[in-house]
């Protein structure tokens, strides 16, 4: 066989209801698209891939928005499965892959080596066990002799297609028909990501927000300023309701941003005089404990500080240190930059000093 035929079946005809919410659990948007999208994009682009056939249920017709043919579904996984296979079977395909909607993240490399190991045997996707494994009886048992079966599964075509025709016992999965009618089987290696989402907590990615600060402060006469929360002797001070540090105001509307909160007008009102002359590294405990409240994780934070001086190079450290102190982050997520504007505008003429800080936070 030079160029076998090989074909794809998804099988999303389930009700999905373990992993709750509105709707069943392959139409759930999950990283930005409905999880029978991801599921079927790493099939469809394969190029050794020639169809592809996704089996739904009756019921999500409505639901249904891919650009990839389908056939109907049955009660049972098994009814599903066979079901495309004699749909599929006009195409009469060489192989076919049968993967589970529920696995949404499978990858090309996955592909490419049950591709690869195609012949008279079935072609498994499995992983080893890491966990000690015991029976709720107390037996442990030897995790070296166990196997985590993933999909897509690969077949001969014709073989799994009577094997489904024929049998009807119940199995979660295709190889066990196979398995039991003697059928040899090669396994390649699984992968992590490609694990099955079951349950609400499986459905739960984390997400990345983006936030971005910006804030002003006018120079007037004095002999220091605070930046990033480090004091700097010069020839002027920033004059503000607080003790001015534009460096710390624009990291806290940049944390506040990504996660939604509003600014740093709404959590510490200039009217109040409260923060008078305050020290704004209370300003970003205050979001450090919000990121912590809201379980999200700040990953990166980049400041950009515009002013002819004083020179920000020799106390660049300083202040990424101080800044990672009062975030609790390493100093690896802490980046502080500085331009003039070639003498151009108010930070041009030394009338103030402005920052800008982008935030990115990830929210599990
Ligand atoms: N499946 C199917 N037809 C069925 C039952 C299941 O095509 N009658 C599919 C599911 O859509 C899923 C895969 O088989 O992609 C594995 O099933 P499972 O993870 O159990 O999904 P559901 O049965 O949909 O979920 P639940 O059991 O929580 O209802
Ligand atoms: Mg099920």
Redesign the pocket.
């Known amino acids: 066989m030079s160029q076998p035929k090989i074909a794809a079946l998804i099988?999303?005809?389930?009700?999905?209801?373990?992993?709750g919410g509105a709707l069943?659990?392959?139409y759930q948007q999950l990283a930005g698209k409905p999880m029978l999208a991801h599921s079927a994009q790493t099939l469809v682009n394969h190029p050794a891939i020639s169809n592809v056939l996704v089996?739904i249920?009756s019921e999500h017709e409505d639901l249904y928005t891919l650009d990839v043919p389908y056939s109907h579904?049955?009660?049972?996984?098994q009814?599903?499965v066979r079901l495309g296979l004699e749909a599929l079977a006009k195409h009469a395909p060489d192989y076919v892959l049968i993967h589970?909607?529920?696995r949404p993240f499978l990858s090309t490399t996955v592909i490419d080596n049950i591709v690869a190991a195609l012949g008279n045997d079935a072609v498994i996707p499995a992983l080893s066990v890491a966990d000690t494994i015991r029976t709720r009886d107390g037996a442990t048992i030897d995790r070296n002799t166990l196997l985590r079966i993933q999909t897509p599964q690969a077949f001969p075509f014709a073989k799994i297609l009577e094997l489904h025709q024929k049998n009807k016992i119940a199995a979660t999965d295709d190889a066990e028909l196979w398995l039991q009618a003697g059928g040899k089987i090669v396994y390649v290696e699984g992968e992590e990501r490609n694990r099955?989402m079951?349950t609400a907590e499986d459905m739960r990615m984390p997400i990345t927000k983006i936030g971005m600060g910006y804030d002003v402060h006018k120079l007037i006469d004095g002999d220091a300023i605070i930046l990033g929360g480090v004091k700097i002797p010069h020839t002027k001070k920033l004059e503000g309701h607080s003790d001015a540090d534009v460096v710390l105001h624009a990291i806290v509307d940049a944390i506040l941003g990504a996660l939604g909160e509003g600014d740093i007008g709404v959590h510490f009102p200039p009217s109040d005089t409260k923060w008078k002359g305050a020290d704004s590294a209370k300003f970003v405990e205050h979001v450090r404990d919000l990121l912590a409240q809201k379980h999200a994780t700040l990953n990166h934070l980049d400041v950009t500080i515009i002013c002819e001086a004083p020179k920000i190079t020799p106390h660049r450290e300083a202040m990424r240190t101080r800044i990672a102190q009062l975030l609790g982050t390493d100093i690896s997520a802490i980046s502080v930059k500085a331009t003039t504007t070639e003498g151009l505008g108010f930070t041009g003429r030394g009338e103030g000093i402005a920052a800008q800080a982008v935030a990115t936070v990830s929210i599990a």
């Open positions: 099988v999303a005809a389930g009700s999905g209801t373990r992993a069943p659990k392959q089996v249920s579904g049955g009660k049972e996984r009814d599903s589970d909607a529920a099955k079951t």
